[in-house]
Nanobody, 125 residues
Framework: QVQLVESGGGLVQAGGSLRLSCAAS??????????MGWFRQAPGKEREFVAA????????TYSESVRGRFTISRDNAKNLVYLQMNSLKPEDTAVYYC????????????????WGQGTQVTVSS
């Protein structure tokens, strides 16, 4: 089992920045080789993919809505995954979730095995 805990959410004005962190614990010797992803869910909407980081070659994937504004990165030595969010917009307001799985580096939430509890990000206009 891998446990994930997000932090760093909060209230920010449009155009501002936030950095989310996701701390992995449990089988961290394995989680260093997991695909790590970020998803978000706004009120009344389905959970949507934001970004993923594949330890194999360090490749990253982003949704169209955040590409160029958000950056996913990881520090395996510290068992941390980050989501740097710049140029935030009110439509970025959502609960942001960290997720992990062993092999799949795509955008379908159902293929991610481990999830954190989420952290709220609110962007005011």
């Amino acid at each position: 089992q891998v446990q994930l805990v997000e932090s760093g959410g909060g209230l920010v004005q449009a155009g501002g920045s936030l950095r989310l962190s996701c701390a992995a614990s449990g089988r961290t010797s394995e989680s260093a080789s997991y695909v790590m992803g970020w998803f978000r869910q706004a009120p009344g909407k389905e959970r949507e993919f934001v970004a993923a980081h594949n330890w194999r070659g360090g490749s990253t994937t982003y949704s169209e809505s955040v590409r160029g504004r958000f950056t996913i990165s990881r520090d395996n030595a510290k068992n941390l995954v980050y989501l740097q969010m710049n140029s935030l917009k009110p439509e970025d307001t959502a609960v942001y979730y960290c997720a992990a799985n062993k092999d799949y580096a795509g955008s379908y939430a159902k293929w991610y095995d481990y999830w954190g509890q989420g952290t709220q990000v609110t962007v005011s206009s």
